[in-house]
């Protein structure tokens, strides 16, 4: 039996009876909302919980950590499992953690239309993680700051100074602890020392240490560092660095002991510090936003419902949707609910609470509770391909190395485990990358071609096998970071675990025909550098991917017409001024026409971020930390404990 109350008394006796502060304005002009179908709201401050937030990823988990440091008492909600593994603990396991049944969760992604103009029909593998820390366990470790330009647009549309650059910069070097850059050089270039997250530079030792003393290597990798001019201190993550074009290390969010550092490490330290203020509820997917009607008619967000031990139809631990039998939990709130489950699973479960397209809703039996159209339109990604050269050597310090999961069975993984964590698992994807405007006008850098030894030709199934079972490859891999195609996320009907209807929506404008050019640009120029650096292309034995059969440029559209890929999808929760009919947000996070609701993370930019998305959006989350207790502090809302130290 689903223990659901929808009448005034059970809601009553679940909650208390204490007088709730006025709920947070956020209702937009262009917003209609309804309560005619929704319960009287609680007049009572005895809920459990302070916050509910719904995903731990870097969005999420972020927000969570930070108010619970804070003393407010937080539930964390999540469909995943805390998970600590080789996969998710050994920075270049990231090739086995997207496939690791424990934590792999998959979408298929449509690139095209229905009716697409040239006939075009590709759907792409899309990896996520379902698990304590999101996708911030299996990422591929990238550090990089926004562009200024994400921040100008938001200052500039709001006119709030709180989004300018110099405000916004703060909150990176709040997280940040440093261990590449002398603290002395890197705090006037904003890096932080004493944050949460620990970055390094690449690990230079495997090209410097005699073990693996390597000609094939230090010559590829030479050449390509040699192709481009250095940005200043090699360094992209300044914002001195911002429109800079050139060549730059690639930083990693790893400890001080080369293991993985991300969100889910700052979770677990500030859950272990105050366990009653950081609460788990794990393995519980979110099924709806429980909101009910003010006496005002506003409608207010107080609770989340959740399916215990259940999981989105993309994990291999999906069986079967639930059926009418499943118990259904409700979880209460007294402050605010924060919904942080991603470019996805956000508007999915707007949706299923009824908040979205009214058009929409109704044809899945959904009743509107708020009519905001944007939620699920917008969607946002690069357009990624890779160049992948075969070469006539194994790489020397890949000998024998297999990406095991016991000492017994790979000998680099013993190494790993008893040399300091220093081998080849302790690097990242890439380790020099070049970044540049495709255009001089853009006010952002657009492109970013990162090289590295290895095998990669995109995210498929088995890319993690191609990847760690190739020994003697070189790959480009090359990101057009701002695009000009606007995609959408649709419901294929009202049950939480039925799959979405997510496209892309590529291939309709002329700014899409630019974005491929200039794509097909890159592939020529990166393949000039290989064919016309002797200490590179000596080592060649041939182009694997996209190879010499696919050389002209109108052969090369084709290729990235059928072969592109991104995986950084964001924007379907776009935060917007209130006239703007698409707008699903303000600039303080929190969702219009429903009160007490918020969304934090992926989702609410209305621009694709930065190069790379997970340090946009731990920055971001801050933020928004910062403007959640900030609001309760007008309100009155004080936290349940006392304050812990720590970032």
Known sequence: ?????????????????????????????????????????PTTRTAAYDYIV?????????????????????????????????????????????????????????????????????????????????????????????????????????????????????????????????????????????????TQGPATNLV?????????????????????????????????????????????????????????????????????????????????????????????????QGAINQNLPGSPKFQTKYGATQALTNFFANNEIIVAGGAYETPHLLMLSGIGDPVQLKANNITTVANLTGVGQNLQDRIELS???????TYVLENGCIFGYTDASDPCLKAWDTDGHTNLYSSGPAIYAHSYQSNTSLPYRDMWSMGGPGSFTGYRPGWGAQLTGTHNAWTDTILKAHTDSRGWVKLNGPHPQDTLNINKN??????????????????????????????????????????????????????????????????TS????STD????????????????????DNSVWANIPGMFVTTPIYIMSEKASDAIMAFATTQGWKPTYAATSGP
Not at 1 to 20: E, K, Q
Not at 209 to 227: F, K, R, S
Not at 387 to 393: A, D, F, P, R
Not at 581 to 600: E, H, K, M, S, W
């Open 1 to 41: 039996m689903r223990t659901v109350s929808t009448s005034l008394i059970g809601l009553s006796l679940a909650l208390g009876a204490f007088t709730l502060p006025q709920p947070s304005p956020a209702v937009s002009s262009s917003t209609t909302t309804t309560c005619s179908a929704l319960p009287a709201c």
């Open 581 to 600: 009919p698409t707008a699903v947000i303000n600039n303080n996070f929190q969702v219009y026409g429903v009160d007490n609701l918020r969304v934090v």
């Open 208 to 304: 410097t240490d005699p073990q693996y003393y390597d000609p094939m290597l230090i010559d590829v990798l030479t050449g390509w560092e040699d192709a481009i001019a250095p940005i200043n201190g090699s360094d992209w993550s300044t914002p001195a660095n911002d429109l800079a074009n050139g060549g730059g290390i690639i930083p990693l969010t790893k400890n001080y002991n080369n293991t993985r550092s991300s969100v889910r490490d700052h979770i677990v330290e500030v859950h272990t510090a105050n366990p009653n203020a950081l609460v788990f509820q794990l393995q519980t997917l979110a099924t709806k936003v429980l909101t009910c009607c003010e006496t005002t008619g506003k409608v207010r967000a107080y609770g989340v």
């Open 574 to 577: 776009k935060m917007g001024v």
């Open 54 to 198: 719904v995903g731990s990823g870097a969005g999420g988990g972020t927000t969570a950590a930070r108010l619970a440091r804070n003393g407010y008492k937080v539930l964390l909600m999540d469909a995943g499992v805390d998970y600590v593994a080789v996969n998710t603990t050994v920075p270049l396991y990231l090739a086995r953690a997207t496939e690791d049944p424990e934590i792999e969760l998959t979408y298929n992604v449509d690139l095209y239309p229905p009716g697409d103009k040239l006939g075009r029909n590709v759907t792409n593998w899309y990896p996520r993680a379902q698990a304590l820390g999101g996708c911030t366990v299996h990422n591929a470790l990238i550090t990089q700051i926004p562009h200024t330009w994400d921040y100008n647009t938001i200052e500039s549309l709001f006119g709030d100074s709180s989004w300018s650059p110099t405000a916004m910069e703060k909150y990176f070097t709040k997280i940040e602890n440093n261990t590449y850059i002398p603290e002395a050089q890197g705090i006037p270039l904003g890096h932080g020392y004493s944050g949460w997250l620990s």
């Open 387 to 393: 160049v992948v050269w075969t070469l006539n050597q």
């Open 506 to 571: 590529l291939g309709q404008t002329s700014g899409f025909d630019n974005d491929v050019t200039v794509v097909v640009n890159e592939v020529k120029r990166t393949r000039g550098i290989m064919a016309n650096t002797t200490s590179m292309n000596e080592w060649v034995v041939e182009e694997f991917w996209p190879g010499k059969a696919v050389a002209t440029d109108a052969q090369l559209t084709q290729f990235i017409y059928q072969n592109a890929w991104g995986h950084h999808a964001c924007c």
